[in-house]
């Protein structure tokens, strides 16, 4: 890879605990419940039937998925510690180049060149997709405030708002970043059990006879009831377990990145995915009844809901369950304790936000110095060393994301499959990058480097898979959602692939071929 010299350098300032929170505010659980729990319960099979029973059985899948990739990539973090901004970007170029069969090198740039367009379409899309649920949640807290309820237009101006905040801050440097991070982790998780252990305290202390619950009982909440509605929960699951990898992003300015990297993806995803979700989750739909009311709306249809359906009709169905906790368990403060946990997720959303532009337009950085995208991204900023340019495009990249996504769940839905779609390939692929970099690699071991590897493979496959066949033969809304999935895909897909045509041909780089030697 070009390592080209700047004025400025890059200072290493992240020990374990700085690499593991930046990995930590990308997860997010404690918003992640608020904003996206609306598009879990309101997801449907392509019968148009509901798989809302299977929010959690999904995400427990989605969970193994994340575990099995997680390995793979603090594996290769292990063994490439020089990685710097390139993360799997740079780990799929050096599988190929430290192969001692130089036939096996004509792949180096191929590999590197898919695995940077997945992690784009992942991590520029991912950013949109925060930038929407923020601007949903300021609509939602103003709504409940004035009654009076935003239209499009000033949703997507309360997005641009956000995405330009959230650009500045991570334009002053990722130590700024780290530290609201932590903190924000540390509030989020705290609001989290809090509102987790009323909810059970909710469900137990209304006998059977008072309420009709959404589940019947604990192990009702947590059952698998179809595999159908697993695979489907799973496709947008990924979405709030996301971030562990992004720790490998920051090897550059991490102290001792070959000992902290591989902790901090691992770490990062037993505290939030393996322990904070699946208690949440199973706390919201342990306390769901006929209490959870909505309208929901069906051209000029409307009508009244209650239960798991409510919660896919509400754009904060955590707001809507948190007025209700409130209002029965805490002497009616209701609203109080719903504005309270909105400013909480308010937080995490920002946090989020940040983690995944930080990584975005590091791994971009990396591609830009080796000549893989456009020079405007291959910039460090002269005092507060962060890739200043790339941040500023991806402010008005997330800004035309997010427009789309405050439209409706539909629309909301489409840009957060984009995104997971590039995840799964992103995933996928670090999975295959993990087999061939260990395949003659003295420390290889056949469970972490073909078994474990290879099931995520295929649990990456099976999620695309998924995308591809559910939402192309579900009902109208789901055929929606994957047009957007689809074009967002087609037109970066295209973009990339005309500018490394047109930028190899003038360079003269073969895309494959024995004559590349990582330059």
């Not at 800004?399 to 390939?425: E, K």
């Amino acid at each position: 890879m070009n390592q080209e010299k700047t004025n400025t350098q890059v200072k290493s300032t992240l020990g374990l605990t700085g690499v593991t929170v930046n990995a930590m505010a990308l997860i997010a659980p404690g918003a992640f419940l608020w904003i996206t729990y609306q598009m879990q319960a309101a997801a449907t099979a392509p019968s148009g039937a509901s798989v809302a029973s299977d929010i959690w059985s999904g995400i427990v899948f989605a969970l193994i998925l994340a575990f099995l990739t997680a390995l793979s990539y603090a594996e290769l973090a292990r063994i490439y510690p020089e990685a710097g901004f390139g993360s799997s970007y740079y780990f799929a170029e050096k599988a190929f180049l430290d192969r001692e069969n130089t036939q096996h090198h004509r792949w180096a740039r191929l590999a590197k060149l898919v695995t940077g367009w997945a992690a784009h379409l992942f991590y520029w899309v991912y950013p949109g997709v925060m930038v929407a649920m923020m601007a949903i949640l300021i609509g939602y807290i103003f709504t409940a405030f004035t009654g009076y309820t935003m239209t499009n237009t000033e949703l997507t101006v309360i997005a641009v708002a956000f995405a330009a905040v959230a650009g500045y801050i991570a334009y002053r440097g990722v130590t700024g970043s780290t530290l609201t991070a932590f903190i924000i982790n540390v509030v989020q998780l705290i609001s989290l059990i809090g509102f987790s252990i009323a909810a059970i305290i909710y469900r137990l202390h209304n006998p059977a006879h008072a309420a009709t619950w959404a589940f019947s009982s604990a192990w009702d909440v947590v059952k698998i009831h179809s595999i159908q509605g697993v695979l489907i929960q799973s496709t947008i699951a990924i979405l709030i377990l996301v971030g562990f990898e992004s720790s490998t992003a920051f090897a550059a300015e991490a102290k001792n990145p070959k000992r902290d990297i591989p902790r901090a993806v691992i770490i990062s995803l037993i505290i939030q995915g393996l322990f904070a979700y699946l208690f949440e989750y199973f706390a919201a739909g342990y306390m769901v009844n006929e209490k959870l009311i909505n309208t929901a709306v069906n051209g000029a249809v409307s009508t009244t809901v209650t239960g798991l359906a409510a919660a896919g009709a509400s754009s904060a169905p955590m707001g809507d369950m948190s007025i209700l906790l409130g209002n029965t368990l805490l002497r009616g403060i209701g609203f109080g304790l719903m504005i309270t946990i909105a400013i909480t997720v308010a937080l995490a959303i920002l946090g989020t936000t940040l983690s995944c532009m930080n990584t975005a337009v590091r791994v971009s950085y990396a591609m830009a110095q080796d000549k893989e995208m456009p020079n405007i991204l291959n910039a460090l900023h002269g005092r507060f060393a962060t890739p200043h340019r790339a941040i500023w495009v991806l402010v008005i990249v997330s800004s035309l994301i997010a427009a789309i996504g405050v439209r409706s769940v539909v629309g909301l839905t489409g840009i957060t499959l984009a995104s997971n779609f590039g995840t799964f390939v992103l995933y996928g692929l670090t999975c295959l990058w993990t087999i061939v970099a260990f395949a003659e690699h003295k420390q290889f071991n056949t469970i972490k480097h073909i078994v474990i590897p290879v099931l995520g493979l295929i649990a990456n496959l099976a999620m695309l898979g998924a995308i591809l066949y559910l939402y192309i033969i579900g009902n109208s809304d789901a055929k929606h959602e994957a047009y957007i999935c689809f074009a967002i895909a087609g037109i970066w897909a295209i973009a990339s692939a005309v500018y490394v045509l047109v930028s190899s041909r003038k360079a003269g780089r073969p895309i494959i071929g024995l004559q590349y030697k990582g330059q």
